[in-house]
């Protein structure tokens, strides 16, 4: 990461939405050249491919409403998409532009430290969603795995997932001293929200008194509003409230602990 932030001031040279396309160009080349990066792209949709050969997984299940456990995994393995991107590659980059001082010279450029910010942002969110759309398409094409009947709502929930888990990495490093700091409070944020979209345990198989905590997670609320939208239901208001809540809570914190210096 700390080269990637070395080799990104040279496109802070103009102004205007010239400047806004050059930093893009340079953000976007920095990113396809990191491995890590690719691999979590192409995690998901792998790991949903792994977790389809456990023969089980496969069987219909009754008392999962006749629907099988890889059906379950294919909005688990999309919020995996997202959660990797917003915890373990945002953070990281942002931080080390400001440990670097790459912010601070920004700021006597036209290019600003908030068209990084949100070039980071895009390029990021872009780039978990493309991912996210891979884990659909193989789904369908490897374990016939439907799309989601309710695609409006489907789309609604994916994202406002997306807002909130990329508000909750800008609150990451926002808190984050070093690139190292961000990348320990990442994974100490990751793990429990990999729980919560029911990578272990699905949230409609966990207890009510766990599942009803669960939902007033972001990630727990995510994955129950993507499981209602692909069954064909529109989201549970109440599941895209708690996502658009925490986008807006975090969001908010974000921009009042974050530091330029």
Not at 13 to 40: C, K, M
Not at 152 to 167: D, K
Not at 228 to 245: C, E, F, N, R
Request: net charge neutral; glycine share 6%; charged share 15%.
């Amino acid at each position: 990461m700390i080269d990637q932030a070395t080799t990104t001031a040279p496109a802070t040279v103009t102004g205007g939405p010239s400047a806004r396309v050059a930093v893009l160009r340079a953000e976007f080349t920095l990113y396809r050249r990191d491995l890590s990066n690719i691999i979590s792209i192409v995690f998901p949709p792998v790991l949903l491919v792994v977790l389809g050969l456990v023969p089980m997984f496969r069987e219909v299940n009754e008392d999962l409403d006749g629907l099988r456990v890889i059906d379950l995994y294919v909005p688990v393995v999309v919020l995996i998409s997202l959660i990797t991107a917003a915890l373990q590659i945002f953070p990281p980059i942002l931080t080390s532009y400001r440990e670097l001082g790459i912010l601070r010279r920004m700021s006597t450029t036209p290019v600003r430290p908030s068209t990084l910010l949100s070039t980071q942002m895009w390029l990021n969110g872009v780039m978990a969603l493309l991912s996210a759309v891979l884990c659909l398409i193989a789904g369908r094409v490897v374990y016939d795995v439907a799309f989601p009947r309710e695609v409006a709502g489907y789309v609604l929930a994916l994202l406002l997932a997306a807002a909130a888990s990329l508000a909750m990495g800008a609150l990451v490093a926002a808190l984050a001293k070093t690139a190292k700091h961000a990348t320990g409070i990442g994974t100490a944020v990751y793990f429990p929200a990999l729980f919560c979209t029911g990578l272990w345990i699905p949230v409609r198989s966990m207890p009510d008194a766990l599942a009803n905590i669960v939902e007033f997670t972001p990630f727990g609320a995510a994955a129950s509003a993507l499981d209602q939208a692909a069954a064909g239901d529109w989201p549970a208001w109440s599941h895209l409230i708690v996502l658009t809540v925490w986008a807006v809570v975090t969001s908010a914190a974000a921009v009042r602990w974050f530091r330029w210096e």
